[in-house]
């Protein structure tokens, strides 16, 4: 079993739309969750950070962690072609006093105006 | 903002050459990484560095690579001998502090734009 399974998409919705992106892991040692997005040939940008199972909102976006269920999501409401990118949910767990993060292979979501 | 700066951001090697990719982290930052990302594949941890040395290396990073923070500023991941499976994104990131110190958000990574290497 992969340590951090993702569906890859392509996702595709109208502009407008709720969008919903998930990953599974395996790993009970992970505590930390973090979703970046990835434009294309761009290196990953750090849209959410959490640490504790709930949820945490930031304007348009909310990351959910289910710890007991080893599932994590991230919410776009209100999407616009902007957030149209690659959705990677990444994951760590302490490793001395820095951390690894482990990836999830991206969710290629196109928001259609 | 800060943010994290790569150069080259394509570079194109012969196989067998030695390649040197160089990152300058956010200023304040004292954790540095490498990952890299086949076409169309994870993002992959390399290897951490903090108070310029190896805390942690994955087993992609074996002993062809090397890093190093020749100055205050720059962090370089060094391949002796490329093969043609190095091809790859290279991205570098770096955190102000590590997990269990400071702020919680202080041990976020920040990733640089990435270079290029392509073995040929």
């Known amino acids: 079993q992969k340590e951090v399974e993702q569906d890859p998409g392509p996702l595709s919705v109208p502009e407008g739309a709720i969008v919903s992106l998930n990953c599974t892991y395996s790993?009970?040692?992970?505590?930390?969750f973090m979703w970046y997005r990835q434009y294309s040939r761009k290196g990953p940008e750090l849209l959410m950070y959490?640490?504790?199972?709930g949820n945490k909102e930031d304007g348009r976006f909310t990351a959910q962690v289910d710890k007991s269920s080893k599932y994590i999501s991230l919410f776009i409401r209100d999407s616009q072609p902007s957030d149209s990118a690659t959705y990677l949910c990444?994951?760590?767990?302490?490793?001395?006093?820095?951390?690894?993060?482990?990836f999830g292979k991206g969710t290629l979501l196109t928001v259609n105006p | 903002e800060p943010e994290v700066t790569q150069t080259p951001s394509h570079q194109v090697t012969q196989m067998g050459q030695e390649v040197i990719l160089r990152c300058v982290p956010i200023?304040?930052?004292?954790?540095f990484y490498w990952y890299r990302q086949i076409l169309g594949q994870k993002v992959e941890f390399l290897v951490s560095?903090?108070?310029?040395?190896?805390?942690?290396k994955s087993e992609i990073f074996d002993d062809q690579f090397s890093v190093e923070r020749p100055d205050g500023s720059n962090f370089t991941l060094k391949i002796r001998s490329t093969k043609l499976e190095d091809s790859a994104m290279y991205f570098c990131?770096?955190?102000?502090?590590?997990?269990?110190?400071?702020?919680?958000?202080?041990?976020?990574?920040?990733f640089g734009p990435g270079t290029r290497l392509t073995v040929t």
């Open positions: 959490t640490y504790s199972s």
């Open positions: 990131a770096s955190s102000e502090s590590g997990v269990g110190q400071g702020r919680g958000e202080a041990y976020e990574q920040y």
């Open positions: 990444a994951m760590s767990v302490q490793l001395g006093s820095n951390y690894k993060l482990t």
């Open positions: 200023s304040n930052h004292l954790y």
């Open positions: 560095f903090y108070n310029n040395e190896i805390s942690e």
């Open positions: 790993n009970s040692a992970f505590q930390y």
